[in-house]
């Protein structure tokens, strides 16, 4: 595709906004003049996979003569990121003029390689004293050729930095590729280029604290906040009308059903009951595995804290849009210390459902999530390995992950585990269970498990689809979120409707004399997650241009994930809704 300069400059402002910065080796940032400023070469990739990149130098550029790694935290690496010493030589208020970096000659495999590229629109990625610098490897001239065999590969020989400072500090820098300075790499045979760059240091007035600012601002323009106030007013607005229908008419029926009974207590003792009171003895007996369905509650409440914390770091101003490794980091250790709320709700709730192998239940709580999220990242680290992208993992890497895991994650769960065990809480049921189970009477076909999960699933999911367009162009694009407050927002509606939706659903289930209402509400509460997995495959073939087994299997794999963990916390939140409705009616009526 031709890579037109507006489409460049466009392109090339979204990426500024999408990627991490990493900690200069100048750790106060100040600099003399002439004193050398740390440049990074980071990764190459294809623009529209943003899962697969590459090392930098997996590309055959000139390298210089000692190529060092720079070292990286825990979240850098998980965000693929592989820095290394840059070619490039831009010393502080240095200018330079078409200097040469080295002559070369590319063999036919080179040259293959770097045509390969071009025609993905490969992009490289560079810090430059925690600044991040990006543009596109080359171009691909299509104009007046209708046959591919007809294009035209150009690779940009010439980059020209634009840097600012404001006294002793940088305070931004700019990338441009000269159109004029390309190497036709259309043809299999060797040729000869040289790589060269420029330097023009300009003074500016901004202050060093801002100067991150300039990446966050895409997000805040008065179009895409716009976009998103509607995407709340829409949401409140279908929430409020929806939730207010079924509130009133749950309302006026619980009413009416608080008045009868009382009536019918009064008028004839012996009168057979209907509806919801009629099972009042088997309403509060215990759901079937209930091992796995403590597990479920105990994983589910543990991902919903996971994601509180996240929110809370997040509304502080925790998470920059150049620093997206932070988030990686605050997802593995929030997660690791919150393990203990997992293993405390699973015993006790088991405990409190008269289970007696607590052990195995603990296991299996553990287990739960981490379980299959550790299967996909084994299959996936394989696939990133095969292709020889960044995505795979270091071995240390992997092996600090696995001690967080055995030395905090795993005591952590134990701990919580026994305490929830000596917890020694009972149940509360405001009525007795009956020794024999009633007979459910035939339902109809609407009322069975998957019909009332797509019910309950859609509601929430047609409060957050509007935002959720920008969280994938985040996670899975080179867009940039920075407006947690109203994603915040967003997610508090998530959990009411999920809340109100299930209770309205219990109701209706329990007034048509069906008590098996627990697994219901949890498998109804977390139907949302389908949801979202269904908008990853409208959002991958219609909103996307992902192709390629790496990235395709990423995206899916991950997602997974992420859907499953949505399952198990709003699962959990729609569970204890229900929970506490179904104790207030049978509270509120006299039971024999």
């Not at 002559?103 to 992009?123: I, T």
């Not at 770091?313 to 490794?325: D, E, K, Q, T």
């Amino acid at each position: 595709m031709a890579i037109g300069g507006e489409w460049h400059v466009v392109v090339l402002l979204l990426l500024c906004t999408a990627f991490p910065a990493v900690r200069s080796d100048a750790s106060d940032h100040k600099f003399k003049v002439g004193d050398p400023v740390p440049l990074y070469a980071n990764k190459v990739g294809p623009f529209h996979n943003p899962s697969e990149t590459y090392r930098y130098f997996d590309l055959p550029f000139c390298s210089p003569g000692n190529v060092k790694d720079k070292s990286e935290a825990l979240g850098e690496v998980l965000n693929g990121d592989r820095l290394v010493s840059a070619p490039y030589k831009l010393d502080f208020l240095a200018d330079k003029e078409s200097e040469v970096i080295c002559k070369k000659q590319l063999s036919k495999e080179e040259v293959a390689v770097f045509r390969s590229a071009v025609a993905k629109d490969y992009y490289f990625q560079m810090y430059y004293d925690d600044l991040p610098i990006w543009g596109f490897l080359g171009k691909v001239d299509k104009e007046g050729k209708a046959d591919p065999s007809e294009y035209k590969y150009h690779l940009f020989k010439h980059l020209h930095f634009e840097i600012f400072y404001n006294k002793d500090r940088v305070i931004e820098i700019n990338a441009r590729t000269d159109p004029n300075a390309l190497v036709d790499l259309t043809d299999d045979k060797e040729v000869d280029v040289e790589f060269v760059f420029s330097a023009k240091w300009k003074e500016t007035n901004i202050e060093f604290d801002k100067r991150m600012e300039k990446y966050s601002h895409s997000s805040s323009l008065p179009r895409h906040l716009e976009i998103h106030w509607f995407s709340i007013i829409n949401s409140c607005v279908t929430v409020l009308l929806l939730t207010g229908f079924l509130a009133t008419i749950l309302m006026r029926v619980l009413k009416n059903d608080f008045v009868k009974y009382a009536h019918d207590e009064e008028a004839a003792d012996d009168q057979e009951e209907t509806g919801w009171k009629y099972i009042h003895g088997d309403v509060f007996r215990f759901p079937k595995y209930k091992s796995l369905f403590a597990a479920a509650l105990g994983s589910g409440t543990q991902l919903f804290t996971l994601t509180t914390f996240i929110f809370l770091l997040a509304l502080v101003g925790v998470f920059y849009p150049y620093n997206r490794g932070a988030l990686f980091t605050a997802l593995v250790v929030i997660y690791a210390l919150t393990s203990g709320i997992a293993g405390y709700t699973a015993s006790s709730f088991y405990c409190q459902l008269e289970g007696t192998n607590w052990v195995r239940n603990l296991l299996l709580s553990g287990g739960l999530f981490c379980g299959p999220l550790f299967l996909t990242f084994c299959f996936l680290n394989t696939v990133a390995i095969a292709y020889h992208a960044t995505a795979a993992l270091p071995f240390g890497t992997i092996v600090v992950i696995f001690l967080i895991w055995a030395l905090v994650t795993s005591p952590l769960l134990v701990l919580g585990g026994i305490a929830g065990k000596n917890s020694k809480a009972e149940f509360q049921a405001p009525v007795r269970t009956t020794k024999y189970p009633r007979e459910i009477p035939p339902l109809p076909w609407y009322r069975s498990t998957v019909p009332q999960m797509a019910m309950a699933g859609f509601l929430p999911f047609s409060a957050i689809y509007i935002e959720l367009y920008y969280i994938f162009a985040s996670v899975w694009g080179h867009r940039i979120y920075t407006i947690y407050s109203i994603l915040f927002i967003v997610f508090i509606i998530l959990l009411i409707v999920t809340a109100f939706i299930t209770v309205a659903l219990t109701y209706f289930q329990l007034a048509a004399e069906d008590h098996e209402w627990w697994w219901r509400s949890f498998l109804c509460g977390g139907s949302t997650g389908l949801f979202i997995y269904s908008y990853c495959l409208y959002y991958y073939y219609a909103r996307s241009d992902m192709s390629g087994f790496m990235q395709t299997s990423f995206f899916f794999g991950y997602m997974a994930c992420v859907c499953y963990a949505f399952f198990l916390m709003l699962g959990a939140v729609g569970f204890r809704a229900a929970l506490f409705f179904v104790r207030h009616i049978y509270r509120s009526i006299k039971c024999e």
